[in-house]
Each structure stands twice: as structure tokens, then as C-alpha cells.
């Protein structure tokens, strides 16, 4: 008898998932795949788009003809702040283009000289000035440096939209694509912000979807509802908005960053918010969400990289190391400038540590007598520089809860001590390792069964 299982294609810049989950929101199965790397037109290295068209309708068709599986439904959830553009003829039009590649300078002279200066405009948009990390900025990139591609536009299609769209042929846009630093979205007005309209980029901008399902994938004699898709970190906050009736603070942890989201304070950004690396983001029905960055992961990944090689450990060793209490209480007592602590590699001027960005003096590995003993003083130091970000999202005071999803909820050292760090809240890992797409899984399924009980997931407590 065939299981009956909700797919969810997780669209990662380093990993690309297929996700099934069970009618209790247990994940089954993961196929899990690293795709190559390309260039884009201007030499630039991003995702390559006919790699991943050929991974997602491969893996679905492979999931579809299984004599082992019922699929009842399909969403996605994937990395935000990313266009792609759709010709008349339903093609792709571009490369995906990273959101690091760098914004011109001369075209960010003139978008603000046109539009107002950078914090009025962040005020309004509740969008950092970030160059192509607003995907808005992208579409205006397009228009003015390759017009004759922005001329052949149809629709421009926020990545998790443009998965819908490749299965369905259905161009929709929603809440959580527009709302996550794209610098389109007027928070106040609950509108296009008014450059969007002078530039005419609202009209290929699809219309919202008024539904989390945005057609039926048809093939095989089966027709199988397809959602519009999620951006990743409003996905894996919409899975905690459905358990929990308290208040909690989300930690949304990748490889590169850590986004903390307050789902609970929707009072307008101020300008010493802006500063400090704060935006706010949109839930599924348009509500505010604060948020503040953190470009923790990346410092993580390059450190312990260089401990494996000082130490001689592999470098998936870090997830082996046990909490010990005399090494934390070491780390906790080395004062800041002490030889012992953290020389950040780079944060990326992030949060409030806009000076620690690019430090040239690389932080000395040989005074400390173990792996071990480095990976806690790593931990307990990276915490700290954390901690205004985490302080700016819960201006309002810290909640019960705070719930650690995505990356680092297998790091014993960096749980242990961030509840050491907080003792007077709930450090919660959820039993479910992929939150983003549960989230996913959850809005689908609660659309095509409003009486869906809520589900039992679990927690492990710190």
C-alpha cells in the first residue's frame, strides 16, 4: 500500500532537497543534492538555473512514478531575494543571478538620488540598503544595464514563485517573496512602494495569489495541487506560528547567516534599527515580522575550517564535540582583547559590528591546548557579537522561548551555550530537522483541509 506523503522542493544556495512528509508532518524521506556552480553573464558564480530545472522535474517525476509513494500535494520553500525572468513564450530570459554579485555603484547613485536618501528609503521599504540583496534593485539593474532583456520581460518571478511556476505554468507572486529586504514593498501604505510603479516594474510583477495554491502539476492521470511557495525563513516561522500559542523568538540558522525573527512586535522600523542591520520581513497574511541579521555562519564555516587543519581533525569534527562546563567556563571568563579570543575573519558588516569586518590578523589557534578547547571560546565568543542582534529583534523584552531551526541544531557547544548565555528562556530544537519545509507542508495542507488537526511535533530543551 502506497504511503501517502506532501513533497516539498527546498531550494538552499548550498543544498536542493526533496522532502516527503507523512499526514503527521514526519519527514519519511530526503533526497538531498549539491549542484555545480556557474557563471553568469558577467563572469559572476551563482546557481545554474538549467541545472536546477533538470534536478526539481527529475525528482518529481521519479516521485510520481513510485509504486511506493501517494503524493496529495506539492509546495516549495527557498532562499528569498532572487528574480527570475520569464519571456513570452514562458522561457527563461537570464541566469539566476546571485544576490551577491555587487550592484553598480554609478546605479546606486542614481536610484537614490531619484528615490530618496538610503534611511528614508529603508524606513519605508523596512529593507536595509543592500544592493542585490534587494531583489527590487535587481529588476532596476536589469532595466537600465541590459535593457534589451528587461525589454522581453513578461513576468519577473521571486524564486519560490518561479518553482510554482515551472510546474504549473501559473505566474503568481505572495506575501513572503515581496516582503523579505526587496526594497519593493511600502510596509506603511501595504503597497508597491510608488519607484516600483515609476519604473513600470509593477507591471511585470505578477498579480498576488489570493490562495497557498496556485494550480495542479497533470501527468500521469493524476492532478495535484501545487502551492505558490515560500521564501525559507518566513516558512520555517510559519511552522512555529502554527504550534505555539506563546511568545518565542526564532533563530532561522544557515551556513551564512542567522536571521532572528519577532513575529510578535509589528511597530515600525526606527533609524537606529536600520543602522544596526534590522528589517522586517511579511508573513503569509501580510503582517509584520522584525528582524535582525547575522552573518554568523559564515565566520563559523571559515574558523572551524582552520581549526580541523591546526588539529589535524576532519572537518565534520566539530559536530562530535561534547559540552564540557570547565572548557565553557573558560571561554566565558577570557575578556575581550584577552589572547584567547575570537579575531573575526569577517562579518560582513553585519548587525552592530560594522568595524570587525575584514580584520587582516588572523586569530591564533596555538595558545589553545585542543579542538575542543578552541570550538567552545569559538561558540561562546560568536554568541557574543550575536547578542545585539538578538537584543535589537526582542527590543521589547525576551520572550519565553527561543527556538533554534536550520543549521547548528546538531551543535551541542553552540546549544549549551546560548542557553548558558539566556538561562532565564527555553532553548528549543525541534525534533523536525527541516522547518523551512514543514512550514510549507503545513500551509498547503492546511488549505485543502481547514479541520487539519494540529500537529504533535517535538522539542528537545536546552
Keep these: 500500500m502506497k504511503k501517502t506523503v506532501t513533497a516539498v522542493l527546498d531550494v538552499g544556495i548550498i543544498q536542493k532537497k526533496l522532502i516527503l512528509f507523512d499526514e503527521n508532518f514526519d519527514v519519511v524521506d530526503i533526497a538531498s543534492e549539491k549542484l555545480a556552480k556557474t557563471k553568469d553573464d558577467d563572469g559572476f558564480e551563482g546557481d545554474d538555473i538549467q541545472l536546477l530545472n533538470q534536478w526539481a522535474t527529475e525528482s518529481w517525476n521519479k516521485l510520481v512514478s513510485s509504486d511506493q509513494y501517494d503524493v496529495k500535494a506539492l509546495n516549495f520553500s527557498t532562499y528569498g531575494a532572487t528574480f527570475m525572468h520569464i519571456d513570452e513564450s514562458g522561457n527563461t530570459l537570464t ?37 542585490m540583496l534587494n531583489s527590487g534593485l535587481q529588476i532596476y539593474w536589469l532595466k537600465y544595464k541590459k535593457p534589451e ?29 515581496i516582503g523579505c529586504h526587496t526594497g519593493i514593498w511600502n510596509f506603511r501604505r501595504r503597497d508597491y512602494h510608488q519607484w516600483v510603479k515609476d519604473e513600470g516594474i509593477d507591471k511585470i510583477i505578477p498579480e498576488f495569489s489570493t490562495s497557498p495554491v496556485v494550480g495542479h502539476w497533470e501527468g ?7 502551492g505558490t511557495g515560500l521564501h525559507d525563513s518566513s516558512s520555517a516561522l510559519r511552522t512555529y506560528l502554527h504550534l505555539f500559542d506563546e511568545k518565542f523568538l526564532l533563530l532561522g540558522m544557515t551556513d551564512t547567516w542567522c536571521i532572528t525573527l519577532n513575529p510578535f512586535d509589528h511597530s515600525p522600523l526606527r533609524p537606529e534599527d536600520v543602522s544596526q542591520d534590522c528589517l522586517q520581513y511579511l508573513t503569509v497574511q501580510g503582517r509584520r515580522v522584525k528582524a535582525s541579521r547575522f552573518f554568523i555562519g559564515n565566520e563559523h564555516g571559515y574558523q572551524f575550517n582552520r581549526m580541523a587543519k591546526h588539529f589535524g581533525k576532519p572537518l565534520d569534527y566539530y559536530k562530535s564535540v561534547k559540552f564540557d562546563e570547565s572548557l565553557f567556563s573558560k571561554a566565558q571568563a577570557t575578556s575581550k582583547g584577552d589572547a584567547r579570543s575570537l579575531v573575526p575573519h569577517s562579518f560582513d558588516a553585519s548587525g552592530a559590528h560594522k568595524s570587525d569586518t575584514g580584520s587582516e590578523k588572523e586569530w591564533d589557534l596555538s595558545i589553545f591546548d585542543s579542538f575542543e578547547d578552541a570550538y567552545h571560546q569559538l561558540m561562546r565568543d560568536l554568541i557574543s557579537f550575536f547578542e545585539p542582534a538578538i537584543a535589537i529583534a526582542a527590543r521589547k523584552g525576551l520572550p519565553k522561548y527561543l527556538i533554534v531551526d536550520g543549521e547548528f541544531t546538531d551543535d551541542e557547544i553552540f546549544l549549551h551555550t546560548l542557553s548558558k548565555v539566556y538561562p532565564s528562556v527555553e532553548v528549543l530544537v525541534p525534533n523536525m530537522p527541516e522547518g523551512a519545509a514543514t512550514g510549507a507542508a503545513l500551509l498547503i495542507n492546511q488549505y485543502l483541509n481547514p479541520q487539519m488537526k494540529k500537529p504533535e511535533l517535538g522539542f528537545k530543551k536546552y
Design 95 to 131: 541566469p539566476l543571478y546571485s544576490y551577491l554579485k555587487p550592484f553598480d555603484e554609478d546605479l546606486e547613485t542614481q536610484f537614490y538620488g531619484k528615490y530618496g536618501e538610503k534611511v528614508k528609503f529603508a524606513l519605508e521599504t523596512c529593507s536595509p540598503p543592500l544592493g
Design 149 to 177: 532583456v528587461y525589454n522581453r520581460i513578461k513576468y519577473s518571478l521571486h524564486l519560490p514563485q518561479y518553482m510554482a511556476y515551472l510546474f504549473t505554468k501559473e505566474a503568481t507572486t505572495e506575501y513572503t517573496s
Design 220 to 226: 500521469q492521470g493524476k492532478q495535484i495541487p501545487v
